[in-house]
């Protein structure tokens, strides 16, 4: 209950805009960014004094079950944590849902989803951690988890889940119960394990 001292900033920036602040600020550039996603920068954030940032553990129901199911140079296939199969152009930053998770509302029973406990979910979340703590000026790290309406549906799909919240608020429910208790779970496990409490 005191006055703060300042607003903390927080900003995300575009791996164009960062390729383009290295270049007028005369840094090494970075390969391999993509232009047109967030990227992050210790030298940009640093130069504009970010305070916080974001860091996220795997939520998804399936970890272990996400893989590349096939190339061919020019499009992926891949089986997302989330139960999906989705293409993707790379190095584009959007993909083509091809299938779901749960296609028939009655199999919802039947998700088990893989332990929040499972240390393969915080093995990438835990090194962020770590190296953002290393730097000159650390952050303030933020713990995020998605949220109840967006999480379920990467499991039914976006039209459907809406489809579903309208003419079965009982399943919808449901369903977004589950998730947003998986994702509780997760995000506490999160702050526990990097020690972000305070």
Do not use: M
């Not at 860091?55 to 399936?62: G, M, N, Q």
């Not at 096939?70 to 083509?96: I, N, P």
């Not at 915080?122 to 953002?132: G, I, Q, S």
């Not at 489809?163 to 429910?173: A, L, M, T």
């Amino acid at each position: 209950f005191q006055t703060p001292d300042y607003v903390p900033l927080f900003d995300n920036y575009w791996g164009d805009f960062v390729s383009r602040w290295r270049l007028a600020h005369g840094l090494a550039p970075r390969s391999g960014i993509p232009l047109d996603d967030v990227v992050e920068d210790a030298d940009l954030e640093a130069h504009y004094g970010i305070d916080l940032t974001i860091a996220i553990a795997d939520e998804t129901p399936w970890p272990s079950r996400a893989e590349e199911l096939e190339s061919d140079g020019q499009y992926v296939l891949v089986r997302t944590g989330w139960g999906e199969t989705v293409r993707r152009h790379r190095g584009a930053s959007f993909e083509t849902v091809l299938d779901v998770a749960l296609n028939d509302k009655a199999h919802l029973s039947r998700l088990e989803f893989d332990s929040p406990q499972a240390d393969a979910r915080y093995t990438d979340f835990l090194a962020r951690v770590a190296k953002l703590q290393k730097r000159r000026k650390p952050p303030f790290v933020v713990c995020k988890v998605g949220g109840p309406f967006l999480r379920p549906s990467r499991l039914r799909g976006f039209t459907q889940w809406l489809v579903d919240i309208v003419e079965d608020p009982v399943f919808g429910v449901e369903l977004a119960t589950r998730v947003t208790d998986l994702l509780i779970t997760v995000g506490i496990e999160s702050l526990r394990r990097a020690d972000l409490w305070s």
